[in-house]
């Protein structure tokens, strides 16, 4: 099955720097891509997702890139801002109607 | 837009008893629905695939007799953890595809004493 990795397990960075989430998958078949974030004890909240017949996506300072040749794509957090702080998982799925796997996650903290 | 709901949002009970979770999607139908479990501070793992009438898909390393799931409608399933064990103890979250997204219930916080 897919094996979804995720890099780092932690971030920090100051407020208005950018933050930086690495994944990679195994299944060469997988096509969607999609990011969440988590705040504690609340459910996943989509915040960007990517096809596999784009290379980049964006949405305002938030944006995904994909490179499908080496099966990795990041996600890029631009100008960070408190609020950002949560957990994010990378996920990927060989189709819009099929199972995701999910990365381990990404606890991101912003500081003020 | 599309929601999905989770009952109860969180339950107690004491080792060897059972305890039922139910997921709806509130304005859509959901023909198929995901089934996660959560352990603090780790990532989502799919237990089981449900589709309306018919039977669930486990993945493996999932008891399929220990969590049961049913999916009788299209805007109903349910996964009853039985004889539960401290060990059970985890966030049970939902998932519903709508088009062509996955939209996630609120979870259910469960705790086995």
């Known amino acids: 099955g897919e094996n979804v990795e995720q890099h780092p397990s932690t971030l920090s960075v100051q407020e208005g720097d950018s933050a930086v989430i690495k994944c990679t998958y195994s299944?060469?078949?997988?096509?969607?891509f999609p990011w969440y974030k988590q705040e504690l004890g609340k459910r996943p909240q989509l915040i960007i997702d990517?096809?596999?017949?784009?290379g980049e996506k964006k949405d305002q300072r938030i944006a995904v890139t994909l490179n499908k040749t080496a099966k990795h794509f990041s996600l890029h957090i631009t100008e960070t801002q408190p609020e950002d702080s949560a957990v994010y998982f990378c996920?990927?799925?060989?189709?819009?109607?099929?199972?995701?796997?999910f990365g381990a996650g990404t606890t991101v903290t912003v500081r003020a | 837009g599309a929601v999905v709901s989770q009952h109860p949002s969180w339950v107690i009970c004491k080792s060897g008893t059972s305890v039922k979770i139910e997921c709806r999607s509130l304005?859509?139908?959901?023909?198929?629905m995901f089934w996660y479990r959560q352990f603090p501070k780790q990532s989502l793992m799919l237990m089981a695939t449900?589709?309306?009438?018919?039977?669930?898909?486990?993945e493996q390393g999932v008891e399929k007799d220990k969590f049961l799931i049913n999916h009788a409608s299209l805007t109903l399933s349910t996964l009853t953890v039985t004889s539960a064990h401290p060990e059970d103890s985890s966030f049970y979250i939902c998932?519903?595809?709508?088009?062509?997204?996955?939209?996630f219930g609120p979870g259910t916080r469960l705790t086995v004493l």
């Open positions: 990517i096809r596999s017949n784009v």
């Open positions: 998932s519903a595809r709508v088009e062509g997204l996955r939209v």
């Open positions: 304005d859509f139908q959901a023909t198929t």
């Open positions: 449900s589709n309306e009438g018919s039977k669930a898909t486990y």
């Open positions: 996920a990927a799925s060989i189709s819009n109607d099929y199972k995701l796997s």
């Open positions: 299944d060469s078949a997988s096509n969607y």
